[in-house]
């Protein structure tokens, strides 16, 4: 059974660092390319990261603060988030994309992804 879950999420004043993890099972974890979106609440989905191999990139909104990575050992997808802000506050999810291709736009349908985990609440807030 292809199962994606996520870990980390919680309360974080302005400033703070969180890591998010996201344990995946039932596929080659090492042989797809895997992403980070997020939902704020009332909002549409919004990517924010993909890996592929070491190869990264980042939605513009959380370039230089966020840090997407994978311990293929754990079959563990991860995300690094620094100097959150207010605006970072929602449900991430990790997502395995139905196709990949850096050549592509990065997707923020969830139509575009064939796998997503039951997420975790990010919330930043003084």
């Known amino acids: 059974q292809v199962q994606l879950v996520e870990s980390g999420g919680g309360l974080v004043q302005p400033g703070g660092s969180l890591r998010l993890s996201c344990a995946a099972s039932?596929?080659?974890?090492?042989?797809?390319?895997m992403s980070w979106v997020r939902q704020a609440s009332g909002k549409e989905v919004e990517w924010v990261a993909d890996?592929?191999?070491?190869?990264?990139r980042y939605a513009d909104s959380v370039k230089g603060r966020f840090t997407i990575s994978t311990d293929n050992s754990k079959q563990t997808l991860y995300l690094q988030m620094n100097n959150l802000k207010p605006q970072d506050t929602a449900m991430y999810y990790c997502?395995?994309?139905?196709?990949?291709?850096?050549?592509?736009?990065?997707?923020?349908?969830?139509?575009?992804?064939?796998?997503w985990g039951q997420g975790t609440q990010v919330t930043v807030s003084s």
């Open positions: 890996i592929a191999g070491i190869t990264t």
């Open positions: 997502a395995r994309p139905r196709t990949f291709s850096f050549a592509q736009p990065a997707s923020s349908e969830w139509d575009d992804y064939a796998v």
């Open positions: 039932g596929f080659t974890f090492n042989s797809y390319a």
